[in-house]
């Protein structure tokens, strides 16, 4: 077994419009670089290679409680030493903290001996999200940690996670620099819903797995339309709807905000119109004055991996 691993972990897209709290989606950029070493002093040390401030006490660090919920099934004492290079800038609604805790646990499954399933890792990676977002949630930690498509069908009584591969599709993602807190996003949310709204995104969920399935960019276009969730938090995000109108007439798939925002995702069937819908996305904000992001890319075939043993 190796004494130190090197893993990047992408980015990812939750909900996907319609399936809040249950789709994801991984990118291959950004990504965040996590180095682990192995250490005879037991616990967990972290060190952040980036200008973010992040706290370093592994009780307030989502890779450190990630880390720390790992050792409880570690019979041997044994501990780590870990630097995180953010590539993914906290709090831009693209699975900065999912890619931080995913890429820890699969780092030190590594330097275990890859004794634990990917279904445990997730279980260890939402130690860290609670951290972040107050919840155990998977719907980032899930495709961080198997890439591709997936759908975080239970939690309890037991994880079960449903990996797909995704059709051939680019992403365009715009991350105005704005700040939308997770709590605020989750406070907006309807309490109920009515039963016709209810069947309709019930639908587009069905619609959008059968699309991803078959490869039918048509239906996946179809069925990404958000009833419930993104209606509440439209007035969070400004711009957001001219954002959809020029994308979707550059020839964009389809597409809505990622996670709780504030970037806004779409899908494209090729990277020539993705780059138009990046740039079209941009012209948006340009025009508000707000700075921004816009990243490019395919969707991730994989999700944390390691790149270099020592």
């Not at 997730?122 to 899930?142: L, Q």
Request: proline share 7%.
């Amino acid at each position: 077994m190796p004494d130190s691993v090197l893993v990047h972990s992408p980015a990812t897209l939750s909900n996907l419009g319609c399936g809040f709290d249950v789709f994801g989606l991984a990118l291959t950029a950004p990504y965040d670089t996590v180095r682990l070493t192995r250490s005879a002093t037991p616990g967990v040390r972290i060190q952040h290679l980036d200008p973010y401030n992040l706290p370093t006490d592994p009780l307030q660090n989502v890779a450190g409680v990630a880390l720390l919920a790992l050792l409880k099934e570690v019979p041997e004492a044994v501990g780590f030493e870990v630097e995180i290079m953010k590539g993914i800038m906290p709090g831009s609604g693209v699975g900065s903290s999912a890619a931080s805790a995913a890429g820890a646990v699969v780092a030190a499954n590594a330097l275990l001996g890859s004794r634990f399933s990917r279904m445990q890792l997730v279980d260890f990676a939402m130690e860290g999200e609670a951290v972040a977002s107050g919840a155990r949630h998977a719907d980032n930690i899930a495709p961080a940690i198997f890439g591709g498509f997936t759908v975080v069908r239970a939690l309890q009584p037991s994880i079960d996670i449903v990996a797909l591969a995704a059709p051939p599709l680019w992403v365009a993602v715009v991350h105005p620099q704005i700040e939308v807190k997770t709590s605020d996003s989750r406070k907006v949310l309807p309490t109920q819903v009515p039963l016709g709204l209810a069947v309709r995104q019930w639908a587009n969920v069905a619609g959008l797995v059968a699309g991803f399935l078959t490869a039918d960019y048509e239906l996946i276009g179809r069925s990404l339309d958000d009833y419930i969730v993104e209606p509440a938090r439209l007035p969070l995000i400004p711009g957001l709807a001219e954002a959809r109108v020029r994308a979707l007439a550059a020839g964009a798939i389809g597409g809505g905000i990622s996670g709780s925002g504030p970037s806004i995702f779409m899908l494209n069937r090729t990277e020539e119109t993705a780059r138009a819908v990046g740039a079209a996305l941009g012209s948006v904000f340009a025009e508000l004055g707000i700075a921004f992001n816009v990243y490019v890319g395919p969707v991730g075939t994989q999700g944390a991996y390691v790149v270099e043993e020592i």
